[in-house]
């Protein structure tokens, strides 16, 4: 049995984040029910559609005009019988709409609401746009990444966006079981910038009590040495020495016991203390091996330790196999996707066979008829511009 199994949502989230919540639900069994305008999700087009056809399987597409009065009634019909919906408008757009919480609220109760936005529905940041490196500038993420010599960069992964809709999710869940006790919905409102910030918090909970700036460090830590990647005779790998038995492991195993024996290097504080002249003297000798070599030996003293990979790497890996996190997918005109399992699945939790992203408005009438329409008043909707048939 699939736990949200009987549950409907309304999905009216774009992009990646949103969605991602909708494909949780949906995942877990709810009847997952994607609203899009007559363009499309902006994620259809360009090189953000692959990421459109892993977040949207196992839901059903509607294209519907909200700007028009039949379109907000048919978004309000299928909310009074909704359990939980989604949205990830600028904040105040959907009460414009006519689809805001209190709204909804109003009709349905027990509907549990989130919305997913870049500061949240409060604050004077509330209707700033946001994509994902604004939040890492804003929230201080961007500052402590990059070189200590060079600018602030931008992580290429969603880091803040994803897991906001992780975080989203789990409210809704929470709701969810809520609801069940008391018989009423809530509202859930995610923001990108309260994610960044708790990923920040101790880096800004160390400054307000000790007044240290994290400064930038590439891929060293200012608690640790050494703890960073170093260029071997063909890869960069990654070494992590957090404590003094690390230490004498790594310097045994790599026939570096000089190091080990030096006294500026017999504490983590005194490594720390003397971390730049200790990296350039490990940087001299892992760059006269191969990365295989290094990681063997790493390995079997117990140290931390990776090579840093490409993609077409980390796709092949055998432990990427063993936890069966991709699958392929036909869609159409396109061939064979590769797409991912959510992680963290119930042992006893079958997952849900995957049906592919629907097509733009592909379950449109089969929505509309659900809600009563026949289908001449189907017709008469798409001839208006109401909706959008596929």
Known sequence: ?????????LDFS??????????????????????????GDPFRQGLTVLAFYNINRNKRSLALNLQTPEGREIALRLASKAD???????????????????????????????????????????????YDPVIHAMSGLMSITGEADGPPVRIPSNIIGLPTAFLAAYGVLLAV?????????????????????????????????????????????????????????????????????????????LDMDDLARRPEYSSAQSRLAHRNELANQIALSLRKLPSGEIIRKMEKAGVPC???????EVLDDPQVTARHIFFDMDYPGVGKVKLANLPAWPSDI????????????????????????DRAGIDALAQKGVILKN
């Open 14 to 39: 774009h992009a990646g984040d949103g969605p991602t919540c909708g494909l949780m639900l949906a995942q877990a069994g709810a009847d997952v029910i994607k609203i899009e305008s007559h363009q």
């Open 350 to 373: 079958e997952r849900i066979e995957a049906v592919r992203a629907p097509l733009l408005g592909e379950h449109t009438v089969e929505i509309l008829e659900e809600l009563g329409y």
């Open 306 to 312: 990776a090579t840093v990979r490409e993609i077409p």
């Open 1 to 9: 049995m699939y736990p949200l199994k009987g549950l409907k949502v």
């Open 177 to 253: 079981i809520a609801r069940e006790k008391t018989g009423r919905g809530q509202l859930i409102d995610a923001s990108f910038f309260d994610t960044a910030v708790y990923f920040m918090s101790s880096f800004i909970s160390g400054y307000a009590l000790t007044g240290f700036v994290t400064p930038r460090m590439g891929s060293a830590n200012p608690a640790f040495a050494p703890y960073q990647c170093f260029q071997s005779a063909d890869k960069y790998v990654f070494v992590g020495v957090t404590n003094d038995k690390f230490w004498q492991a790594f310097c045994h195993a």
């Open 84 to 130: 939980i919906m989604l949205e990830s408008f600028t904040p105040g757009t959907a009460e414009k709409l006519g689809i805001g919480y209190s709204e909804i609220n109003k009709i349905n109760p027990r509907i549990i609401y989130c919305s997913v936005s870049g500061f949240g529905q409060t604050g004077p940041y509330r209707q700033k746009p946001a």
